[in-house]
């Protein structure tokens, strides 16, 4: 079934051309088709606005989100014409998290005859769900995500696999117990504390705004939403702005050293650059700052 899902959302996603789909301005307009639980829209070149559209069930991951999701992300590590995403929620909140009797079929019926192939089909289901966020991490386009209100259980898992959060409001972030699709994996390196890694985990406590920034889960807390999204997109606009030679191999080179040693991602960034060195935008740049020209200005074509 799921199988069959995704590969109908690939046929659709053939047939459409994924900027055909992409409607002109942000927010609210309702799915995009294909897309189910996805509104994708171009507010500004070369930014994507992705937001999560489930609003009447507050944002809750259906079974369609989690393999749209890995679609939509994959479409725009591909496009071109993409250059950072801003991702959010429609309506009242962020997320409440999982969808419970969306997913049920997967996790608390697992399909199989014995132990053994229930466990494998139980891995092939998990590793699917973990593609979900893994996937943001995966496209080399920045992705800052904009939170409103609250952010529960696999919102968490989402928000720590995002490059920026930035907060509005005051509401929850809360922790769910166990949760095996990213939070524990990525959030100790997100806030650094373990001790409160460990707390939030065991206690799935709420943690408003003001904690979250100063630990550094979300970078900057915004008002209210609109105000949000006026910041996301401003930043967006500073990030497009820049070579995206130096954007993407930046990302890419930051998640490497995350999860290397600093010896294995000093080589690695070495064998990078010996051929990203050689990109026509740090001539470019260079010129202009030798002409002592706004570096803001200069343009830089796309990767
Ligand atoms: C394999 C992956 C591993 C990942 C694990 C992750 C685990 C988790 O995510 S645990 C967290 C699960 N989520 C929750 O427990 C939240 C449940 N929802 C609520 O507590 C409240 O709805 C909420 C505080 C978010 C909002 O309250 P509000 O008064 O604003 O709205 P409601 O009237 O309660 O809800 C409106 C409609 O939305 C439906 N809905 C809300 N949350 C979910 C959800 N998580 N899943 C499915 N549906 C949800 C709710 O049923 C209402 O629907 P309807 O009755 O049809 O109007």
């Known amino acids: 079934m799921a199988y069959a899902l995704r590969s109908a959302f690939r046929k659709q996603a053939l047939l459409i051309?994924?900027?055909?789909a992409v409607r002109g301005m942000s927010s609210s307009g309702g799915p995009t088709p294909p897309f189910t639980t996805l509104s994708v829209t171009r507010p500004a070149e070369p930014t994507t606005h992705v937001e999560f559209c489930r609003p009447e069930k507050r944002n809750a991951m259906n079974k369609a989100y989690w393999l749209e999701m890995v679609d939509c992300f994959n479409q725009i590590a591909q496009d071109s014409e993409c250059r950072v995403v801003v991702f959010s929620g429609a309506g009242k909140l962020f997320t409440s998290g999982i969808d419970p009797m969306s997913m049920a079929s997967d996790i608390l019926q697992p399909e199989g005859d014995d132990t053994a192939r229930i466990s494998w089909n139980l891995r092939r289901v998990i590793t699917q769900y973990q593609e979900t966020f893994s996937v943001i991490e995966k496209c080399p386009k920045p992705?800052?995500?904009?939170?409103?209100?609250?952010?529960i259980g696999a919102?968490?898992?989402l928000i720590t696999a995002c490059d920026i959060r930035l907060h509005a409001g005051c509401l929850e972030v809360d922790i769910g117990l166990a949760a095996d699709v990213g939070t524990l994996q990525r959030l100790p390196s997100v806030i650094g504390s373990r001790s409160l890694v460990n707390e939030l985990a065991f206690t799935a406590r709420k943690m408003y705004a003001v904690e979250a920034k100063s630990y550094g889960l979300v970078s900057r807390v915004f008002p209210d939403k609109e105000t949000m999204m006026a910041g996301a997109l401003e930043m967006a606009g500073d990030i497009t702005r820049k070579s995206p030679v130096a954007v993407q191999g930046t990302k890419i080179n930051l998640i490497y050293s995350r999860d290397h040693s600093v010896p294995e991602a000093l080589n690695y960034i070495n064998t990078w650059n010996m051929s990203m060195l050689q990109t026509q935008d740090l001539m470019k740049s260079?010129?202009?700052?030798?002409?002592?020209?706004?570096?803001k200005e200069v343009t830089f074509s796309k990767l």
């Open 155 to 157: 919102g968490v898992d």
């Open 286 to 295: 260079a010129q202009a700052a030798m002409e002592k020209k706004n570096l």
């Open 17 to 20: 051309p994924f900027l055909n």
């Open 143 to 151: 992705v800052i995500v904009a939170i409103h209100g609250a952010c």
